[in-house]
């Protein structure tokens, strides 16, 4: 296990804290609080490691996760549809991506490199095998990626963008898939079994980093997919990973307060917060999203 000082980076504590994305050109930090329907935005300071909430963006539902668009403009995977959150505040209704009256919601997305906003989903109503992954296009379309899997997770692709991993939570794996074939089979690339692959994202040595949930561990993987570094976290619901500050080399993991036990909300008092903590190799840029006109899909 490689030694690393962590930091309790945030003041406060979330309920699921989730899809941490680091805007360059801002230098800000997103991220969502999925249960209790808030985007955050934050500043990271390189040196202490500490993230200072700036703005918060309250929803009358869940959000599962946020991408900036070279303007500042938002685009939000609200619980069951996208939302396009303008640098004035105002809102306009995009895609719906699940079906109204369908128990599910909208889980993790990220934007591949031509500015495509993908986003999975996960059943509210116990154990499913047809969650699906699905890519925003710019003329508004939804092209269905995946559409058999129990819990679409952490997104992250390699930097020439032709390698797209993907993590299938409750089948614990992490495959990956040729990303420049629509048609192209994806196989697993890591197996774990002792917990559950969340959020992951790749640095510059293309090794993929991966939120352990339930196991309070990121774990850092060769392209390979041999287990190269793991780092423990003071928090047993680690579920998302991005590379931030201004070199990149600022390593945010967020964590969740939800869904502990008594016993573990005393050991692990700082569940919740978000964490930071130095990294030897910076992470690769997440691309910005497109923001072309998406107009809003039958429901």
Do not use: K
């Not at 995009?94 to 997305?109: C, F, W």
């Amino acid at each position: 296990m490689i030694a690393r000082r962590l930091t309790a980076a945030s003041a406060e504590t979330f309920q699921l804290a989730e899809g941490p994305v680091w805007d360059a050109v801002r230098q800000r930090l997103l991220w969502v609080d999925i249960l209790a329907g808030y985007v955050l935005e934050g500043s990271v300071d390189d040196t202490t490691g500490r993230i200072t909430v700036t703005r918060r963006h309250a929803f009358d539902s869940m959000v599962a996760a946020v991408a900036f668009a070279d303007d500042g403009t938002l685009l939000v995977a609200a619980q069951e549809h996208l939302v396009v959150l303008g640098i004035d505040g105002t809102r306009r209704d995009g895609a719906r991506i699940v079906p109204s009256g369908v128990r599910r919601r909208l889980n993790d997305g990220s934007t591949d490199p031509s500015g495509r906003f993908l986003v999975g989903t996960l059943s509210l109503d116990g154990p499913s095998q047809q969650e699906t992954l699905v890519r925003l296009e710019p003329d508004g379309r939804l092209t269905a990626l995946d559409t058999e899997l129990s819990l679409s997770n952490g997104l992250a692709r390699s930097a020439d963008g032709h390698t797209l991993y993907s993590v299938d939570t409750l089948r614990h794996t992490v495959s990956v898939r040729d990303y420049t074939r629509d048609d192209a089979e994806r196989r697993v690339h890591l197996r774990i079994e002792d917990g559950y692959p969340d959020g992951i994202a790749l640095d510059t040595e293309e090794h993929l980093w991966v939120a352990v949930w339930g196991a309070g561990e990121i774990r850092r993987y060769s392209p390979a997919g041999a287990l190269t570094s793991r780092l423990a976290v003071p928090a047993p619901h680690t579920s998302s990973i991005a590379f931030a500050g201004s070199d990149l080399r600022t390593l945010v993991i967020t964590t969740a307060s939800a869904d502990l036990t008594d016993a573990q909300r005393s050991q692990y008092p700082d569940s919740g917060c978000l964490f930071t903590t130095r990294v030897d190799v910076p992470g690769a840029p997440v691309p910005s999203w497109s923001a072309l006109p998406i107009a809003p899909t039958p429901c």
